[in-house]
């Protein structure tokens, strides 16, 4: 499809992005066994803290930085589609924009386990941790790399 050596990277940078989504979504892994060992081993104590206010404040932005996560993914597609003019963009520079593009899909993702890990530490609400951790990894997964996609965002710099 490529020439050879667009392919020889191609495939190292597919490797590398790969390898780094695999290591968030088992980080995801690490996530859930400490906040399960935290919870078994946590004494509950009564907070002062507003507990409804903050669990809803921290549902309020995880639902955003989930959101916001389309529109970055929406934005970059847009902006590797308009390159069609005479001033092309090299495939090298494209690979690395799609790996940073999952590098950071991947990041907020992962963010929003952080807001469950809040609730659990400061209230031992480890029900809103699972559902916080799960929307995390539907993240993960949805906006995994994509092998195809790649080589179409590649293809229109060759």
Not at 52 to 71: E, K, P, S, W
Not at 93 to 110: P, R
């Amino acid at each position: 499809m490529f020439d050879p050596e667009i392919q020889k990277r191609f495939d190292d940078e597919w490797r590398r992005v790969s390898l780094v989504w695999a290591g968030l979504l088992c980080s995801l892994g690490i996530y859930l066994l400490v906040g399960y060992f935290i919870h078994s081993q946590m004494e509950f104590r009564e907070r002062e803290l507003p507990y409804t206010l903050i669990r809803n404040i921290l549902f309020l932005i995880a639902a955003a930085q989930f959101l916001g996560i389309f529109v970055l993914r929406k934005s970059l597609r847009q902006m590797f589609s308009k390159n069609n003019g005479p001033t092309r963009i090299p495939a090298y520079k494209k690979i690395s924009q799609y790996k940073t593009a999952i590098i950071l899909s991947g990041a907020l993702s992962e963010g929003i386990v952080v807001y469950g890990f809040i609730l659990l530490i400061l209230f031992r609400d480890l029900q809103n941790f699972y559902i916080l951790t799960g929307i995390s990894a539907f993240g993960l997964i949805l906006h995994r790399p994509k092998k195809e996609e790649m080589e179409r965002i590649i293809s229109t710099s060759v």
